[in-house]
T-cell receptor, first 116, second 109 residues
Framework: DTAVSQTPKYLVTQMGNDKSIKCEQN?????MYWYKQDSKKFLKIMFS???????INETVPNRFSPKSPDKAHLNLHINSLELGDSAVYFC???????????????FGAGSRLTVL | GQNIDQPTEMTATEGAIVQINCTYQ??????LFWYQQHAGEAPTFLSY??LDGLEEKGRFSSFLSRSKGYSYLLLKELQMKDSASYLC??????????WGAGTKLIIKP
């Protein structure tokens, strides 16, 4: 029944390691996103992706790379983890990336990454 | 550029009414969203306003004034389960969401 599911929910790792977070949505949505929520609770868009286009936030370090094997999946791979990467990462999806009012986001439960 | 302001924290009493304000500055506007986020959980959609006025949905209502760059979320008959953060998000001219930091609402018995 889970609409947007992401794994793992918790991830603790050492600096310098490489890790991945997986996300899957069963809503049939066209667009998927990765957000980072830091300790100050700001939600910052990292990537959005639909069938046609990957949109990258230019402020995101290139250590972060999204991978989308198909429309229902958008995984996040992080290389050479740093302390500042510690945050909660939310996957989300929407029907379309437009302002028609249909751009309501459905979020996954979040993946809390702690880098030691 | 864009800027969104909302109070960091508010406290209200169970059964009462609370209004959470959100002010914004933007060069392009395609709507304003409110989301609710309980601690340790994902944000969930509450409301969307693109035209001026009040949208009512049960105990929750959302208001928008585009000329004033102002929105509020009104919560009536507060329940303990309404304790959460309430996030205001602006959709800009590129249909990208710009998020406020959220208002933590504490409900007291």
């Amino acid at each position: 029944d889970t609409a947007v599911s992401q794994t793992p929910k918790y991830l603790v790792t050492q600096m310098g390691n490489d890790k991945s977070i997986k996300c899957e949505q069963n809503l049939g949505h066209d667009t998927m996103y990765w957000y980072k929520q830091d300790s100050k609770k700001f939600l910052k868009i990292m990537f959005s992706y639909n069938n046609k286009e990957l949109i990258i936030n230019e402020t995101v370090p290139n250590r972060f790379s999204p991978k989308s094997p198909d429309k229902a999946h958008l995984n996040l791979h992080i290389n050479s983890l740093e302390l500042g990467d510690s945050a909660v990462y939310f996957c989300a999806s929407s029907q379309e990336n437009s302002g028609s009012g249909a751009n309501v986001l459905t979020f996954g439960a979040g993946s809390r990454l702690t880098v030691l | 550029g864009q800027n969104i302001d909302q109070p960091t924290e508010m406290t209200a009493t169970e059964g009462a009414i609370v209004q959470i304000n959100c002010t914004y500055q933007t060069s392009g506007f395609n709507g304003l969203f409110w989301y609710q986020q309980h601690a340790g959980e994902a944000p969930t959609f509450l409301s969307y306003n693109v035209l001026d006025g009040l949208e009512e949905k049960g105990r929750f209502s959302s208001f928008l004034s585009r000329s004033k760059g102002y929105s509020y979320l009104l919560l009536k008959e507060l329940q303990m389960k309404d304790s959460a953060s309430y996030l205001c998000a602006l959709m800009d001219s590129n249909y990208q969401l710009i998020w406020g930091a959220g208002t933590k609402l504490i409900i007291k018995p």
